[in-house]
Structures are given as structure tokens and as C-alpha cells.
């Protein structure tokens, strides 16, 4: 037994939480060349909550220093559940960052099958007859000439579907994905903003297929900042082969349905550059997610409340430097309503008569605007005050700017 096997839980939990934050610096310091490695800790507990992976196996094809792996463990931890229950499979190409993986996981006393070498998940798939039960994944954000224009082009896992373009590997990703996906199981993934409306090279008629297939779970429109990497928005793919009801998970049948999530208005400022969603924020986002799936009676209006009821008033929430998720999961006590300008759960001939665009924003609309109470005649009464107050002090300012330029000799 090594010395990593015989440190009680708290002292590993403290060595990994360690060891998790100079990754988060290092990924911070280097920009776009740490954060390769790294996925923000609430991104990877927003998936984790979202998938919930209580047992069975757990993949990433681009798993970095790890942390999805680390995030379901505690996942499983914190809800009372036994780590013994999963299986951990990975993938990693840099070799110092495959190190990076063994380290962060061996230090929590975690087992994982990373394959036997660094390798490049599209040409040596490790894993290659694994079929996972959840799939979660950080996978390079528009990868450019992941591939030479003859290589792979009969790749059994674009079998049924147009080849992925060489430009660009967004969708030779979420191909790979759904291949290694078991047929009850669950995938959530990032990816750049681009991948939900875009038909160049053939991708729209990939995103056509996997649509018409009914694969599409959920959509989510994250914020800005949030990634050391880039500081533009990106999204959340969640993807099943399976949306028939469920009675082992206590998932409804949703064929034919897909939710879309807006939360780009979400998250707290943590420094001048970055973002973060806070545990409101989550389980806010995951609480209207199991709602939406596990609800047996929808409720056709629309209702002002959020789905998910722990969440409190955005504009009450207080900023946390360290957000971390209740223990205590946020099950629905309500059913799953649409929440304009928030959540849309819409059918496959909505996102048909689209042109198939996944973009959150196209179906949610816009949030009504709350009424102050404030009758329309006061408040013009009080805008025409301000404005004309306004006019009169510009009319001072432009007098004194005169004077001084007079002073100064030039009339």
C-alpha cells in the first residue's frame, strides 16, 4: 500500500483541493495555453449536477488534468453515495498533461483507466469497445486540421452521418461522443458557441441528422468569461439515445422534445476578467433541467416562478469566490413550466421550422419586464423634469467652456 492509500479522506480532500487550486492559477497565469488543460470548476459542477452520475461508467475523450472525473466522485460523495459505483475511462493526448490527470486523481486516492499512453482520441482510441453511461467532456474548442482531407473518412463512428469537415473537429467530437454513448446513457459536453447554428462544410447536416435522430437532451447558453481559454460565450450539449420514459431513473418520455436553457445573464464577476456561476446559479440551471425530465404532467401555462425551488432571486444573491452545490440535491417540488426569455421545452417541429439552429436565445424569447407600479403619467412627469434639468446645465457648462476659452484669447 502506498502512502497516497493510506491518507484518511479529510487529509486527501485537503491535499486534492490543494492541488486543485495552483491548477486553476497555473490555467489563470498561462491564458489560452493553461486553460487547454483546465474546464472551470463551476462548469464541471454544473454537468456533474445535470448528469448525475450515481453509478456506472464515467467517460472523457479529452480529459485533461481531470477534473470531470474529480467532480463526479465528489458528486457521488456528497450525495450519500459510494464512489465503488463508477468506473472512470479517459483520454488524454498532451503527455504532461496526461501526468497532470494521473496526479490529480492518484492524490484523491481515485482509479481510472487513462489508457497506457497519452495518445490522440480520433487515431488511437483507447477505449474502443467502451459503451459509457455518461459522458462528460471539455473537448478543444474548434480544433483546425485535427485531420488530413484522406484520413478518416470511413470511420465507423461518422458512419451514418456526413463526414466531419477537417477545418474543424466540433463535430468529429460530438460524433465520437454518441459512439461511445451506451444506449440509456447521457452526455454533456462543451463546446464553442458556433456549433449550435453553423452549416459550413457540412456540419448543418450533421446537426440535421442527430436532431431528426432525436438525440438533442437540453441546450444551454452559458455566459461570457468564463473559461481562461477564451473569453467568449460558450454552450452546454446534452445528448441520449434514449428520451423514452425511464422508470429506473424516474425519467418521463420527452421523444420529440428538447430543452433550451438560456443563462448567458447568469454568473458573478469573481476578478476583472473572469466569471463564474454561482450555487444558485446551478442549481437553478440543473433544477429546471429535472424538472423538465423527470415531470409526468406538464403544465401548459406559463408560470413567474423558476422550477427549480431552491433558487433564490437573482437580484438577492450574494457572490461566492468558491461556489460549491448544496449537498442535499435540488429536486423539482413543481412542474416544469417554459419561463420567457429562461427555459423552453420545444418540439421537434419547432427546432425543424428554425432551420434546425439550436441557439437557446431563438426559443426562450424575451423576459416580460416586471411593472414598478409606477403610473406612466408620473414617471414622464419625472423624465421630462430630469431632461429639461439636463438641458440647463448643458447650457451653464457651454457658457463657462466660453469663458475660459475668451480668457485664453480665443473668441
Partial sequence: MNNIDTLGDEENDVVGRIYEYFLG?????????GGEFYTPKSVVNLIAEMLEPYKGKIYDPACGSGGMFVQSVKFVESHQGNKRNISIYGQELNATTYKLAKMNLAIRGISANLGEVPANTFFKDQHPDLKADYIMANPPFNQSQWREANELE?????????????GNANYAWILHMLSKLSETGTAGFVLANGSMSTNTSGEG????????????DCMIALPGQLFYTTQIPVCLWFMTKNKREDTEHGYRDRQGETLFIDARNMG?????????LTAEDMAEIAGTYHAWRNDKTKAPSPRTDRACPVSTPRESRESTKEPTLKKEHPAPTSEYTDIAGYCKSATLQEI??????????RYVGVAEEEDDGIPFEDKMTDLSKRFFGQIEQGKTLDESICANLKLLGYE
Fill in 154 to 166: 470511413d470511420d465507423a463512428r461518422w458512419a451514418s452521418f456526413n463526414t466531419p469537415p477537417t
Fill in 268 to 276: 458573478t464577476m469573481v476578478d476583472r476578467t473572469h466569471k463564474e
Fill in 25 to 33: 492559477k497555473f490555467a489563470s497565469a498561462e491564458g489560452k495555453g
Fill in 205 to 216: 447536416e450533421i446537426r440535421k441528422t442527430l436532431i431528426d435522430r432525436d438525440y438533442v
Fill in 352 to 361: 425543424q421550422k428554425n432551420d434546425y439552429v439550436l441557439t437557446p436565445g
